[in-house]
């Protein structure tokens, strides 16, 4: 069974950092690319993030310069570094698999979200 289980958000302050993490399971974890989307409250889902399995990777330009994303092969878990949060990065965070970096749709396979919350 493909599991994906997202952790790591919470609350942060404005400028903080979190890092959340993707831990996947049930499929091979080397040949699939692995996206991260956000959802702000009554937005729809966004892109912001992917991480291909030749290692490449991809940013919104609102996260550019400001999040990372890194993958450990031997944990099968990507991570997604968030530094200098602001307000507008309020949203349930989800990590997907693809084969490839693509859009939203063709995405196979969803976790369930983590919570990110940015407080003044």
């Known amino acids: 069974e493909v599991q994906l289980v997202e952790s790591g958000g919470g609350l942060v302050q404005a400028g903080g950092s979190l890092r959340l993490s993707c831990a996947a399971s049930?499929?091979?974890?080397?040949?699939?690319?692995i996206g991260w989307f956000r959802q702000a409250p009554g937005k729809e889902r966004e892109g912001i993030s992917c991480?291909?399995?030749?290692?490449?990777?991809y940013f919104a330009d609102s996260v550019k310069g400001r999040f990372t994303v890194s993958s450990d092969s031997a944990k099968n878990t990507v991570y997604l570094q968030m530094n200098s949060l602001k307000f507008e990065d309020i949203g349930l965070y989800y990590c997907a698999a693809n084969r490839d970096c693509t859009g939203l749709d063709e995405y196979h396979y969803w976790g369930q979200g983590t919570q990110v919350t940015v407080s003044s």
């Open positions: 991480i291909s399995s030749d290692g490449s990777t």
């Open positions: 049930g499929f091979t974890f080397d040949d699939y690319a």
